[in-house]
């Protein structure tokens, strides 16, 4: 008698464990769902300015204008190289360069705010496997298939919200950029913040981009040395599909 109550308390383990995981599974799918409901569209640019007016100490090199890119191409949504950025955004970046400046370092801008058409572009690039021109310097570890799969590629972009950044330290004693251990845009663990096998030196400058940015109101990628996004981004659940080029700002 007991072994048979011993064995249905084991099946009824078993039959309620699978509930719980069926469950989990529809509240996962339904919170995606309930995420992809949430997004908006929009190409209002009335709380965007050009990143250059507002922090003057900026310098662009803003790669998705440029062919020097892990796609190779000029993306699709760049007309000018330049930075827009949301207005709260670019105030607070106005501090984190304020206080760089006092110690002898720029911010070095790669990418801000990204068109919804560019992330577009990335994706179909993605699902392009003959494509490989940039493979060598952009990801040489990991085969183009598994970019996607592992969310290199997504086909939405914090950056198309207005309110995040890529950027590294320029030192104007060297006239050179600082040495993060790792370029921008890099696919790989060597790119992850807290990536131990670079130098000491290596590390900190990565710290210290880290901790200035994450004083005035910034968070970092656990995945980009280079990525931050404000913590309070006025448009978490909007994604912006103007082009980036000074027009979009001036003629609003």
Not at 23 to 47: I, P, V
Not at 159 to 182: A, N, P
Not at 194 to 216: A, C, E, Y
């Amino acid at each position: 008698m007991k072994t048979k109550l011993m064995t249905f308390i084991f099946l009824l383990t078993l039959v309620l464990a699978s509930f719980t995981d069926a469950s989990a599974r529809n509240l996962k799918q339904e919170s995606s769902n309930q995420k992809k409901d949430r997004c908006n569209y929009s190409d209002d640019s009335s709380n965007f300015v050009v990143l250059s007016e507002a922090v003057p100490d900026v310098i662009l090199e803003i790669r998705y204008y440029s062919t020097y890119n892990f796609v190779g191409d000029r993306i699709d949504g760049y007309e000018q190289p330049v930075a827009l950025l949301t207005k709260p955004a670019a105030e607070a970046l106005k501090k984190v360069s304020d206080e760089l400046v006092s110690k002898g370092y720029r911010l070095k801008i790669f990418d801000a705010y990204r068109p919804q058409k560019a992330v577009t572009h990335f994706m179909n690039w993605a699902l392009d496997a003959n494509d490989t021109r940039m493979k060598e310097y952009f990801y040489p570890e990991l085969e183009k298939k598994v970019l996607f799969p592992l969310g290199y590629i997504a086909e939405h972009s914090g950056h198309s919200r207005g309110s995040t950044v890529d950027l590294t330290l320029f030192d104007m004693k060297t006239e050179k950029e600082v040495d993060m251990g790792g370029t921008f845009d890099y696919f790989g663990k060597l790119s992850h913040p807290d990536f131990t096998g670079i130098t000491s030196t290596q590390f900190s400058n990565r710290m210290l981009l880290r901790k200035v940015m994450t004083k005035h109101g910034f968070k970092p990628l656990t995945e980009e040395w280079w990525h931050f996004t404000l913590k309070n981004e006025p448009y978490p659940n909007t994604y912006f599909t103007f082009p980036v080029n000074t027009n979009s700002i001036s003629s609003k």
